[in-house]
């Protein structure tokens, strides 16, 4: 991918959207209520695979930080990307008070790939390749930016009839859970085009577990089932 095309690898649409939450990002209640729940979820997935403390991670696309917090919470030395800097504000301001380490940065991982390559054991990449233009160029770069025996970690939504009833109908329109429009179907990824994307890389997909919400406890779990949210955990050999 070229230095132009790369800097335009994201929807300004879907940045303005996202920034526009910003201020209530941290509150379990509010628009970001499932994410809160699916936290605990992707932090144990990540936990259970690779080793995290003193470990250098990389969350990209970090929101206002919730991962990312968790993850240097665990004794990780965390560096996070986000293009939208309201976002990038927010988790500052939270860390700060949380008396949490986390270097953000409003930044593309391509541009980080080309100045920082093979310098993370850890990238995750969390609900957020179902909004890029380019999601194999967002996969290439995280490579890059693996050390040797690194891993990525992913979680996104599954192009299925399911994820449309799911995560578009029900969850945006019927129950509220999140803001109409965040979800397109059309962008969402089967996890026979990821695994194809992280071959590209030079990854070696791992395992695809399926992420379930479950909004009458308003906690998620992992589970065999892939055809709504899923993880994967791709290895640099």
């Avoid at 939504?157 to 999140?178: C, H, K």
């Amino acid at each position: 991918m070229s230095p132009a095309s790369a800097a335009s690898n994201f929807h300004q649409a879907e940045l303005d959207r996202f920034a526009a939450l910003a201020n209530r990002w941290w509150d379990p209640g509010g628009p970001q209520k499932p994410l809160h729940a699916l936290n605990p979820a992707r932090l144990g997935y990540v936990a259970a695979r690779a080793p995290l403390a003193g470990s250098r991670v990389l969350d990209v696309g970090c929101g206002g930080g919730l991962l990312s917090e968790a993850m240097a919470q665990a004794g990780a030395k965390v560096t996070a990307l986000d293009l939208a800097p309201e976002l990038v504000k927010v988790a500052r301001l939270h860390a700060l008070e949380s008396g949490v380490e986390v270097d953000y940065r409003v930044q593309s991982v391509e541009a980080l790939a080309s100045a920082e390559p093979g310098s993370f054991d850890v990238v995750t990449c969390m609900e957020m390749l179902e909004h890029v233009p380019d999601p194999g160029a967002i996969l290439a770069a995280c490579a890059t930016l693996l050390r040797p025996g690194g891993r990525l970690f992913v979680s996104t939504i599954n192009r299925t009839p399911a994820a449309f009833a799911l995560a578009i109908v029900g969850a945006e329109y019927i129950a509220r859970l999140l803001p109409t429009g965040t979800h397109h179907y059309s962008e969402f990824i089967r996890p026979s085009e990821l695994a194809g994307w992280l071959r590209a890389a030079g990854l070696e997909l791992e395992d695809v577990s399926g992420l379930r919400y479950e909004p009458w406890r308003n906690a998620a779990r992992v589970v065999s089932r892939t055809d709504v949210n899923y993880l994967a955990c791709a290895l640099k050999a």
